[in-house]
């Protein structure tokens, strides 16, 4: 398989380049539209398309909190608080 890259937009969604196979909750899998090599799958919550991005975190006020995990990991990591 071709390789897949998944990244974490800043206080949004999961941007999915690539080929996958996409399998819900009950091991079914879903149908992705042949013509998009890029997918958003939601981390908010709000999406009212889950569990594809529609962009409702934005309106949510979607905090990832991304930077403040890395640093919190580093400063335990170095014995510091951050």
Known sequence: ??????????NGSLKVEGPIRLID???QEMTLPADKPVI????????????????????????????HIRAAEAAAASGTNP
Do not use: Y
Request: proline share 5%.
């Open 40 to 67: 958003s799958l939601c981390r908010c919550g709000h999406s009212q398309n889950k569990p594809f991005c529609d962009g409702s975190h934005k309106a949510a006020q979607f905090d990832g909190a991304e930077a």
């Open 1 to 10: 398989m071709p390789d897949v890259t998944i990244t974490i937009r800043r």
């Open 25 to 27: 909750s009950a091991g």
